[in-house]
């Protein structure tokens, strides 16, 4: 907790704002940088510079609408699922990541904006999810290589934002982290079942690897020298590792458990750097990235529509709970009168 610019902010701004007067901004700007720079938390009632919540908002809204548009392509095989067991295993890490959504969109909440707000630009396409969701899920195979690579990437990325500057945030992603780490390891689980099956359970592995190794390098986002948020985010400590230095992370620790598991990663160039102490991988296809992060991919159309539909659909459940909650407001404020 930031005290000292928490009692400057009041100070400055006692109704909560964070108008504050101008004599007064260079003292706030300093306390905060002192926060974050020794590695101290920013909380929502501490004075913090516009942009730096602004990007928090649109990094922690991004990452929301991520896992709701990230149980679509999962939820697509759960009536599909060869067992009880598997139905079950699905149906939790489904849930799960609705429940990784609504903590996000709570930690948004903290920095002012109201999730119904989020909704509307997400399924206007006002702001961004991630490309990874717009591949298709072709076999059950698919559920598991998303949980070993998706789920992997998402893990590598997602860890040291545990030590995210924002309070709210970081302390989300402690949960999130712990979650996926248990979805990593039912999707390597289920593979592991697969590929000690038959030869055409294998060739369903080895096809689902192939479709889904360069989706997962591109979720870490554009090459540093292409993104325009990383230095910013790095220096408010948001973020705390580049995208480059997170994906070589990410290709170092698949490497060894796709050969534990018996598949290859369909890149020619990938191969061991002793000197570097890293894998050399090939190139990302970018104008791919590209045409998914704008909406044509295989399958942004159809995520967007389910989830536009989704959320009309649920209209009468958000005109209900309002009315019951407006008639309890009523009652506590005739117990408060009588
Ligand atoms: N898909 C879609 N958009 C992407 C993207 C991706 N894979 N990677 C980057 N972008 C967007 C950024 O949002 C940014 O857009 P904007 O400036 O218009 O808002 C733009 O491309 C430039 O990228 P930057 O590198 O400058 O952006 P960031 O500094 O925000 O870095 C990030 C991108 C690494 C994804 C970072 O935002 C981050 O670490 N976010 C938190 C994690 C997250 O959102 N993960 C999404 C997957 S969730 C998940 O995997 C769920 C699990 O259940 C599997």
């Known amino acids: 907790m930031a005290d000292e610019t928490t009692r400057l902010a009041t100070a400055a701004a006692p109704d909560g704002t964070t108008d504050v007067p101008e004599h007064l901004r260079r003292e706030l700007e300093e306390a905060f940088e002192r926060t974050v720079g020794g590695e101290g938390r920013v909380e929502p009632r501490d004075w913090m510079p516009e942009g730096y919540r602004r990007t928090l908002i649109r990094q922690v809204a991004q990452h929301a609408h991520s896992e709701i548009?990230?149980?679509?392509?999962?939820?697509?095989?759960?009536l599909r699922a060869p067992s009880l067991r598997r139905k079950a295993i699905l149906l939790a890490k489904v849930q799960d990541e609705a429940g990784h959504g609504l903590y996000?969109?709570?930690a948004t909440e903290t920095l002012g904006v109201d999730r119904g707000e989020l909704t509307e630009k997400l399924i206007s396409s006002k702001q961004k999810y991630?490309?990874?969701f717009n591949y298709p899920t072709l076999t059950f195979a698919d559920i598991g290589v998303i949980g070993w690579l998706v789920d992997g990437a998402a893990i590598c990325n997602q860890v040291p934002l545990c030590r995210s500057s924002y309070g709210p945030y970081a302390r989300a992603m402690v949960r999130i982290c712990k979650e996926e780490s248990f979805h990593q390891r039912q999707g390597f689980e289920l593979l592991r079942t697969l590929m000690a099956g038959t030869e055409a359970q294998r060739a369903m592995v080895q096809d689902a690897v192939d479709r889904w190794w360069w989706p997962s390098l591109m979720m870490f986002g554009p090459?540093?020298?292409?993104?325009p948020n990383t230095q910013q985010s790095m220096a408010w400590r948001i973020k705390r590792h580049t995208n480059d230095e997170l994906r070589q992370r990410y290709v170092d620790m698949s490497v060894p458990q796709a050969e534990a598991l018996g598949v290859t990663f369909p890149d020619p160039e990938l191969r061991w750097n002793a000197e570097r102490g890293s894998y050399d991988f090939g190139a990302i296809d970018?104008?791919?990235?590209t045409a998914v992060v704008k909406g044509a991919g295989p399958c942004n159309a159809q995520r967007l529509a389910h989830r536009r539909a989704a959320h009309e659909?649920?209209?009468?459940?958000r005109d209900a709970a309002s009315a019951y909650a407006a008639k309890q407001e009523a009652r506590r404020r005739e117990g408060v009168a009588a």
């Not at 090459?223 to 993104?227: Q, T, V």
């Not at 659909?313 to 459940?317: A, S």
Request: charged share 15%; aromatic share 16%.
């Open 223 to 227: 090459a540093d020298g292409d993104s």
């Open 69 to 78: 548009i990230g149980m679509q392509p999962e939820g697509n095989w759960i």
């Open 130 to 132: 991630s490309s990874i």
């Open 286 to 289: 970018w104008d791919e990235f």
């Open 313 to 317: 659909n649920g209209q009468w459940v």
């Open 104 to 106: 996000l969109y709570s």
